[in-house]
C-alpha cells in the first residue's frame, strides 16, 4: 500500500535520492525544509529550535531523518564540530518528540553512522558491537540517544548506520575522482583501514526496505555486501580514470589538509551488514569495480 512519508535533509544526496524512489514506487513524500514551503509537499520548520510541531506529521506513516551538517564539507574547527553534532540531535529530537507527542501508527528510520565503531583495524564490525572512541562516536552516541523519546512512546526506531556512500556526483567517490583525474589518488596512510562502501542505490533501497519493515528497530549496518581496503578503492577508481594510484598520501599530508576529518578518513572500519541481509534485504552493487565502472563513467564525462 502507499505511504504518506516524510524526509528531513530531503535536498541531501541520499534524501533527494530517497524522494525520488518514493515518489516513482507510489508513495507521497513530505519534505521538511528550514524555508518558507514552495508546494503542498514541504513543511516549514526549524530544526535548531528542537520542536516540531505535531500537526506536521499528520497521516504520515513513516519519518525517514537525515538532516545534518556534513562531517567532510568543512576543516573541523571546534565551532563545526559543535555544528554537526548539533544540527543533528537537535532535529531528533524534535522528529522523536513530535512523533511522541502525536501517538498512532508511525515507524522513524532515524539518521546514523559507522563512525559509531570508530577505528577498530580488521575487526568484524556488527550491530552488536560496541562503540569505540573518538568525536564521531560521541556524536553518533548523542544522535542515537536523542530519538530515546520515540523509543519510550513505542515508536518504532531504526537508526541507519550508513557507511561510505558511492554515488557518481557527490558523496565519498565525489571527492575522490578530481584526486584521480590528477594523479594523486593514491593509498591514504597505510592505505590499509577497511572502508564500508555501499552505492546510493543500495543506500536509497535499504532505507525504503527500513520504512517497509517497522519490526526491524535498534541499529542497522546500512553498508554494502563486504567492506574493502581503501588502497584497492584508489586502485580502482584510478584505473578507471587511467591514472596512477601508487603514491601514498602521508597521514600527516592528510591531517594537515583535513584537519580533525582526517581521523575518519585514516579510520578503519570492517562494518558488515548483518541485520539487513538477515531481514530480506538483497544488494544490487556487490563489486567494488562493476559499481565504480558505472558510477564513474558519467562523473568522468564531466569536466
Known sequence: MPQRVAI???????GS????????RGDEVVHLVRRPVRTSAE????????YLDPAALEGVTAVVNLAGAGVGDRRWTPSYQQQIL???VDSTHAIATALAERGGPARLVSGSAVGFYGDRGDEVLTETSGPGSGFLTEVVLAWEAAARTAVDAGIPVAFSRTGLVFAAHGGALGRMLPLAKAGINGPLGSGRQWWPWISLRDTVSALAHLVDHPDL???VN?????PVR???VAAAVGRLVHRPAVLP?????????LGGFAVEVLNSKRAVPDRLRASGFVHQDTDLTTTLQQLVAPAHSQP
Open 8 to 14: 528531513t535533509g530531503s535536498s541531501g544526496l541520499i
Open 17 to 24: 535520492a530517497l524522494s525520488a524512489f518514493l515518489t516513482a
Open 43 to 50: 513543511v516549514s520548520w526549524d530544526p535548531s529550535s528542537r
Open 86 to 88: 548539533a544540527s543533528r
Open 217 to 219: 528497530t535498534g541499529p
Open 222 to 226: 546500512v553498508v554494502g555486501a563486504a
Open 230 to 232: 581503501q588502497r584497492d
Open 249 to 257: 598520501a602521508p597521514a600527516i599530508g592528510i591531517r594537515a589538509v
